[in-house]
């Protein structure tokens, strides 16, 4: 069983950024890849990040290359979302999941989810 929280969602204005955090409880946190997600009001959930279990593979969906950088921590059982130039599009709210899996990209392959974390962003 793994738990997750996510942290760091907030009000911003176009153009800035926010970190958000999701903390994983166990000991086997490096044997899960983990991704992001987010759901917009009205919309299905959508892929928006993931990472390997080592972390040497990211994997983005093309809207938020070049201004969202997913890493992980394993020592600290810890993964990240940097997210940078956001835009008013970006507004959702945030979704971090662990999974055995390999097909990071769908969210049918997460065993894992947190209760998320609201990011919103002003024009």
């Known amino acids: 069983q793994v738990q997750l929280v996510e942290s760091g969602g907030g009000l911003v204005q176009a153009g800035g950024s926010l970190r958000l955090s999701c903390a994983a409880s166990?000991?086997?946190?490096?044997?899960?890849?983990m991704g992001w997600f987010h759901q917009a009001p009205g919309k299905e959930r959508e892929f928006v990040a993931a990472i390997s279990r080592t972390g040497g593979n990211t994997y983005y969906v093309d809207s938020v290359k070049g201004r969202l950088t997913i890493s992980r921590d394993n020592a600290k059982n810890t993964v990240y979302l940097q997210m940078n130039s956001l835009k008013p599009e970006d507004t959702a709210v945030y979704y971090c999941a662990a999974t055995r899996g390999w097909i990071l990209t769908s969210a049918t392959v997460y065993d894992y989810w947190g209760q998320g974390t609201q990011v919103t962003v002003s024009s």
């Open positions: 166990g000991r086997t946190f490096s044997s899960y890849a």
